[in-house]
Structure formats: C-alpha cells, structure tokens
C-alpha cells in the first residue's frame, strides 16, 4: 500500500514506477495505483502515464484506457503509438485508425512504431484505399528503407490480394529477415499459391536464414492443403536439423500435415514425440484419425487423453462425435457430447452439426431432430447436416419438405445441400424429383453441378433401370467422369444384370483405380449371379495375379458402452460360441418361416450347401446375434458395416426383427436400414 503524499514527487514517481514494473494482479489493482498517481499530482508524467497504458491493454478494457487517454492533456508521439498498439493487438481496428486520424490532426508525424500498426489495422480491415495513403507517407517520411515498416507493406498488399504489388515492396527491402520472408510466404498462402509459398521458403533456406515457428507453422499448412507428403517430410527434416522438434506448435503443425495427407503411421510418430502437448495435439491427432478412416483408434487416443485429465475443446470434441457416428457407436458419442456444456451444442453450430450427424448415423433421427430444434444458431451446414440425415433415414419427403424451408430463412443452398436431396431421391427411387432438384441447381440457384452430383445422378437412374439414359448423362459430362461416377453405374450393372454394360464400365474403372477389389468383385457377383462361373473364375483370377486382394467385411456393434467388431467368419470373440449358437436357433426358425437363402449372391462356384455356410458367417449377421444375447431386451440393435449389405443379409434381417420382435439398424457404406416386424426403411430399394 501507498503511503500518505509525504515526500517529493520524484520519490513518489520511483514508487509507481516500482509497482507498475511489479505488475497488477486484477484490474482493480491497475485503477487503484493510477489513482494514486493522479492524487501525487503525476497527471503530467508522460512517462508513467504510458506505462499505465501499456498495461491497462493487458485487461482488455480499451474503454478505460480511452477514458484514460483523453484525460491527458498534453500526450506526445510515444502515447499515441501505445494507444494504437494496443487497440491493434485487441482487434479493435477501426478504433486504431481513429486514433491514428486524431493524431494526424493533432499535427503529430507517424514514425517507425507508428507505422507497423495502422497498417497491420488497414490489412485486417482490407482497407487498401488508406493503407496505399500511409505507403506515400512512408516515402515522403523518409522510413522506407525501415525493414518492419516494408514487411507492414508486405503484409497490407498481400492480405489485400496485390500480390503483385506485396512481391514488389518484398523486392525492394534490403535487409530481409525471417519477418519479412514469413509475410510474403503468408501472402502467397493466403491466395491459394501454396507451391509457390513452398518455392519462398526454399528460398529464404537458401539465405541463411533461421525461419522461426510462425514461419514452419506457415509453410507446413501450405504442405497440408496440396496434399503434399514429399514437401512436408523435407521440412520435417528441416525442423530435426535445425533443433525445433520440441516446439509444441511445429510438432502439432506436423501431426496436422500427416494426418491430412493420409499418413498417421507418421502423425502418430510425431505425437508420440512431443515432450509437450496441448489440447490442440491432441485434436489434431484424434481428428485425423477420424477423417482417415480409423474411428477405434480415435475414440482409443480420445479415452487415453481423458485419463491424462486433459480438457478436450469444441475441435477435439467434433472429432470424437465422428468416430463415434462412423462407427455407431451412440451410448458413447452421447456420453462424450455429456463432458461439453448442452448449451455449448445450441449456440455453436460446429458441435450442433457433429451431433446431428451423430444421431443421424446412428439411426436416431428423433434425437437429431431435437437438436436441429434447439439450436438457437442455424448456419447452412446445419441445415445440410439435418437435411442429409433426414434423408439418409428414409424421410425423403421430409427433407424435401425442410429444403423449402431454407431459402425462408435467409439460407442459401450449396451443393452439399443438394448432394443430401439427390442421395435421398436415390434411395428412394424418386426419379422425377431427382431430376428436378438436379436441373433446378443451375436454372434456380446459379450453381454448377458438380462431379458428385453426375455421380448422384447417374446412381439414381442406373437404380431405377434407366442405364441407358445414366451412361448417356456419363458421356455429355462437361468434365471427365471419375471412379465413383463410373462405380455407381456398375452397381446397377449389378442390380440389373447387365453384363454387357459392366464390362465396358469395368474396363473405364481399371484405368482410373487398377488397384480397386471392388470392381472386380462387382463383376464376378454379376457373372455369379448369371450362373457364368467361367467368366468369374477368370476375374478371381486376374485379381490373383494382380495381387488385388478384397476387404474383408467388417462390422460394429455397440454394447454398453463398448464397441465390438467383427469380421466375416470370424471366431474370435469371447462369445463365439453363443454367438454362433444363436445364429443356428435363428436360422432354423427363418426357414420354419419360409426363409432359403440367396446363394446367387456368393462369389465362389461351389456347392449350395456350403454357400449357405459362407452367407450365415456375414459380419452383419454375426454382430446382431452378439447384440439379441448382450443387450438388454428392448435395446436397438444397432450395426455399421464397411461394405454393402447383400440380398441375403437383407433378406435374414427383415426375418429376424419380425421372428425376435426387435428393432435392428444396419448402416453399410451406401445407406441406412431399419428393420421392424419383417420389413425394411429401404422398401427393398437399396
């Protein structure tokens, strides 16, 4: 505490300036010493006054530190940059260029400190029109030889979209440092030029230079949004070489650039090196596990982190839900959606759409919908999120319904938005709809069709049986069509036992991905289902030679909390031998009730007999007898697969549901299917 004002001015100006260098625990503290300066008559202690400043901006109580300012009656050059700083570094821009007019008309000359900040507020406010006014002042001020104040250039053309013009400043700056190199690498990145912001870097290597971890940070997500491994594992080098390896933000930039490429073996690597890590490590490995396909090792790394008592944030949180929702696994999901506040889900549009997808992939759309009704922030991706799953679910023409709703809300529709409306009419069969909301894209909405949305179409007629009409959409294309364009007709090859047609399809699809099972395995179902063993010997056979070898079929079920997972014939469960045995009751009570298996959909020309044996060791089937024995009696049963569900599967669930009274939903790759008292969401159409 303060003594009474006792001694001379300068001995209470030294104690100030003791506690102000000590530094304030509370805001309070700050206003209670600035009090003290104005009762020891310092009011007019420039010096003092700007330390005050300075560290009001710390509380980010600009309004004070406004009040603050304006009561000085005689503020010189450095006040006026502490002000602009300040305001710059808590993001109040426009408030920054005030000030920096207030001081123009005060007849105050910016200077090198003055300079670096209005600018940084003009390049945040994309105001170029005042930023190009500064540069003159610059010139005319005699700082253009100032190696911040061309990097605060570089920075303001660049963000403005003048590449040109930022390359040029850049050219210009004699002495550059790492600062420098890191804007225009920032600019380069900021337009979409990520190869060349990868050249820059280069570059700069070439000088000498020692890039900082703002720099790799930079350039890493330049790697990241190529998809460049090669690049990305040449800087990764760099940061060993260079000693930078610890540093939390590079080693999470790292783990990102993996994982986004595609390697996680690499990524885990990386994250299991990381002396130091912080929630957004541990996000970017958990999300990168779930956009790659491995939700399990998710959902692990998830659980490992919550034993570490690590907090896990929004990013973190949506990454999970996605494991979860791939693997439909709902206890859980909704277990993880408990450690985050309800409300979080109603304002933040984010976590709303990860857990509308959440229930929606788990067959849950009453909950879904719930959620969709809270939630007080609706963005676009909302709305696609919940139209999606509406579809996907089988309420097609609610979905439809919903669609018209949109526009209401001010809402435009994306392509997304209608790749949910198409996938729907699709399952459905609506053709004419279909063909109505693909043509209303372009003709309503100013929006061109996509690759994905052909593909969508070209599903949607190849199921109907219009295949002759879906390669003809194929071949007036305005692009070239991909695997999955080309994919989607051979699976209605498949419906339609079109073996002529799928050959051709076959031959477009062995170009494009030589390396795909399931081509192959489609047309040796169609020459099975044909009874043409011949020619689906000589597909298996090429696909020996090739080394091809066909995914196993897998599949999820989520027991109190746990995920089991099971392969085809697979006998390695605990349970096996239960699970088994309740197969034998089912079977022998399905064909009491009429059932004889569909032996035309088993690949191999082998005895009916033993067919039979192959199609009742289908994961799907597998995980339901688990689910009928572990849970509890009134339970959904729910399962994912990774591959479609064949006739016969479908045909035995139907069966199933009605024989045990339960209900049963089973997600494959193209769909959902929810089974109740013998029939299916699907009507057959799938």
Request: glycine share 8%; net charge neutral; proline share 3%.
């Amino acid at each position: 505490m303060l003594s009474r004002p006792t001694s001379p001015p300068i001995s209470k100006g030294l104690e100030i300036k003791k506690l102000i260098l000590q530094g304030f625990n509370s805001f309070k503290h700050l206003k209670h010493v600035h009090a003290h300066l104005l009762r020891f008559g310092l009011c007019h202690d420039n010096y003092l006054l700007n330390m005050i400043l300075r560290c009001s901006f710390d509380f980010s109580d600009t309004n004070y530190t406004r009040f603050l300012f304006h009561q000085i009656k005689q503020p010189n050059i450095f006040l006026w940059n502490t002000m602009i700083r300040g305001l710059v570094s808590n993001d109040c821009f426009d408030d920054a260029i005030e000030f920096y007019g207030l001081m123009r008309s005060e007849g105050f000359l910016p200077n090198n400190f003055t300079f670096p900040f209005v600018l940084k507020a003009c390049a945040r406010l994309l105001d170029l029109q005042l930023g190009v006014k500064i540069h003159t002042l610059v010139v005319k001020a005699g700082f253009d030889c100032d190696v911040f104040v061309k990097t605060s250039l570089v920075c303001l053309y660049a963000k403005c979209g003048y590449l040109e013009d930022a390359h040029k400043v850049f050219d210009d700056i004699r002495d550059k440092n790492v600062v420098s190199w890191t804007a225009i690498i920032s600019g380069y990145i900021g337009v979409g030029k990520f190869r060349e912001a990868i050249d820059m870097f280069r570059k700069l290597l070439e000088m000498n230079l020692a890039p900082d971890s703002f720099t790799i940070v930079r350039v890493l997500s330049a790697c990241t949004q190529l998809g460049d491994l090669n690049s990305g594992e040449w800087i990764h080098k760099c940061i060993m070489e260079m000693g930078m390896a610890r540093n939390v933000f590079v080693g999470t930039s790292l783990v990102d650039m993996y994982a986004k490429c595609g390697n996680m073996e690499k990524a885990r690597s990386v994250f299991d090196g990381m002396p130091e890590k912080d929630i957004v490590s541990w996000g970017a490995m958990i999300q990168g596990y779930a956009l790659n396909g491995l939700p399990k090792e998710a959902i692990d790394l998830f659980l490992q982190m919550q034993r570490e008592n690590v907090k896990p944030d929004c990013y973190t949180v949506v990454g999970v839900l996605s494991a979860c929702a791939r693997l439909g696994a709902l206890e859980l999901g909704e277990w993880v959606s408990g450690l985050v506040d309800r409300n979080e889900f109603l304002y933040n549009p984010v976590l709303g759409t990860a857990l509308i997808d959440l229930y929606a992939k788990c067959g849950s759309m009453s909950r879904a919908w719930e959620v969709f009704k809270g939630m007080k922030e609706k963005d676009r991706v909302v709305w696609n999120a919940i139209i999606s799953g509406l579809a996907m679910n089988g309420y097609v023409k609610i979905s439809f319904g919903l669609f018209g709703q949109v526009e209401k809300f001010g809402i435009k529709p994306d392509g997304n938005t209608f790749i949910g409306l198409l996938c729907g009419c699709t399952h459905a069969g609506l053709v004419d709809d279909g063909r109505r909301y693909f043509n209303s894209m372009y003709h309503f909405f100013s929006l061109t069709p996509s690759i994905e949305h052909y593909g969508c179409m070209v599903d949607l007629l190849g199921r109907a049986g219009l295949l002759d009409e879906a390669h003809q959409l194929i071949r007036n294309m305005p692009m070239e069509a991909n695997a999955i364009v080309w994919g989607a007709l051979l699976g209605a090859c498949r419906i339609h036992r079109d073996t002529q047609l799928a050959e051709l399809v076959l031959k477009q699809l062995i170009e494009l991905e030589p390396w795909n099972s399931g081509n192959y395995v489609l047309l040796s179902n169609i020459y099975s289902a044909n009874l043409k063993w011949d020619e689906a010997a000589k597909v298996r056979l090429s696909m020996n030679e090739k080394r091809i070898q066909k995914p196993p079929g897998c599949s999820w079920i989520e027991v109190d909390g746990t995920v089991h997972e099971f392969l085809v014939g697979d006998k390695y469960h605990p349970l096996s031998e239960k699970i088994y045995a309740k197969l034998d009751e089912l079977t022998k009570k399905m064909k009491v009730a009429g059932y004889v298996p569909t032996t035309d959909f088993v690949l191999f020309d082998i005895e009916e007999e033993e067919k039979e044996h192959f199609l009742g060791c289908h994961s799907e089937k597998l995980a339901i007898a688990f689910g009928l024995i572990s849970a509890t009696p009134t339970a959904v049963i729910r399962v994912v697969k990774n591959l479609r569900v064949c006739g016969d599967c479908h045909m035995a669930i139907k069966l199933i549901s009605s024989i045990t009274g339960r209900e049963i939903t089973v997600r494959d790759n193209n769909r959902f299917h929810c089974f109740r008292e013998g029939s299916c969401s699907c009507n057959d159409y799938w």
